[in-house]
């Protein structure tokens, strides 16, 4: 009599054959697994090494002997792929919200804000906001924010009452989101660290103009001055002022007749910002420290580390 039904050889060959597919797709797994495996190892020794490479960019950064225009902060091997670049920046070039608060200067901020395109109203009720984040009352100013007003938005222990500890806290401020509206690179206007006064020998000419209540093109004889006959900044030419009266001259203000004005200016800051960038086979570590008397007796006032692209 014939037989009929599957043959026990062909279902013991199709389960050879889903045996067989289930370790293929198995070993392609595990494959994959210890492949990621082995790239986050890579990853965080890559990583490491970028740190180790940018610490020491800071080492020769904080050096005083060496000069922000040394060749030696930009070294980059081919062969190992690994380097860092390390770059030297005086805080003094831009304007410390600190200061301008503390001092009152409240037209300073409009002057500012004003030129970003904000109308009058706007720009003076920023300041004011500004200026109830750091004083050490609950006391509306007359457009600002206290308490009451960021406790509305869901905001609880706003304002801090105290001076700002670094530009992150300005974005908390009610207003500042317009204010960015205007001047996404408002940031590049600020400083927390250096030592009060707008640094005539590293400030743009467009800060200073602001500042000085003067156009932007007659402040750029300060800069032009600071650079000396070559054009260059950093050479052998160099003309830095001395003074801020000296510079103040150049452009017309009288000091003494203008004090608020000349206070709003000074030379020589002591505050450096080094940024050193960390580079092993494609990771890339930063490390950025603000000190003050790097020439002298420094003191590191901020540092911090991030992860670059």
Request: with cysteine; aromatic share 6%.
């Amino acid at each position: 009599m014939k037989r009929t039904g599957r043959q026990p050889g062909g279902v013991a060959l199709l389960a050879v054959i889903w045996l067989i597919t289930l370790l293929t797709f198995a070993t392609v797994a595990a494959i994959r697994v210890v492949a990621l495996d082995i790239e986050v190892s890579n990853g965080s020794i890559h990583g490491f090494r970028a740190k180790q490479l940018a610490e020491m960019g800071i080492a020769l950064g904080c050096n005083p002997a060496v000069e922000r225009t040394d060749p030696i902060l930009h070294q980059f091997s081919e062969e190992t792929g690994e380097g860092f670049d390390v770059q030297l920046q005086s805080e003094g070039g831009k304007f410390n919200i600190n200061a301008i608060l503390s001092q009152e200067d409240d037209d300073l901020l409009k002057s500012m804000f004003i030129d970003w395109g904000m109308d009058i109203e706007d720009a003076g009720a920023v300041v004011d906001c500004l200026k109830d984040w750091i004083d050490s009352n609950d006391e509306v100013n007359m457009n600002g924010a206290e308490v009451d007003w960021y406790e509305a938005q869901g905001r609880i222990n706003q304002p801090f009452n105290r001076l700002f500890y670094n530009l992150d806290e300005m974005r908390l401020v009610r207003g500042m989101d317009l204010v960015e509206a205007y001047n996404p690179n408002w940031r590049n206007w600020f400083c927390i660290w250096s030592g009060g006064g707008l640094d005539l020998n590293e400030a743009s000419a467009e800060l200073i103009a602001v500042a000085a209540g003067v156009s932007e093109p007659e402040a750029e004889i300060i800069p032009e001055t600071v650079r000396g006959a070559d054009g260059i900044r950093d050479t052998d030419d160099d003309a830095p002022f001395q003074s801020a009266q000296e510079a103040l001259a150049l452009l017309g203000v009288d000091g003494s007749l203008q004090p608020e004005i000349s206070a709003r200016f000074a030379v020589n800051d002591t505050t450096t910002r080094i940024e050193s960038i960390g580079t092993a086979t494609g990771a890339r570590r930063k490390i950025t420290v603000i000190v003050r008397n790097r020439t002298g007796q420094p003191a590191v006032l901020e540092r911090t580390e991030e992860v670059v692209p």
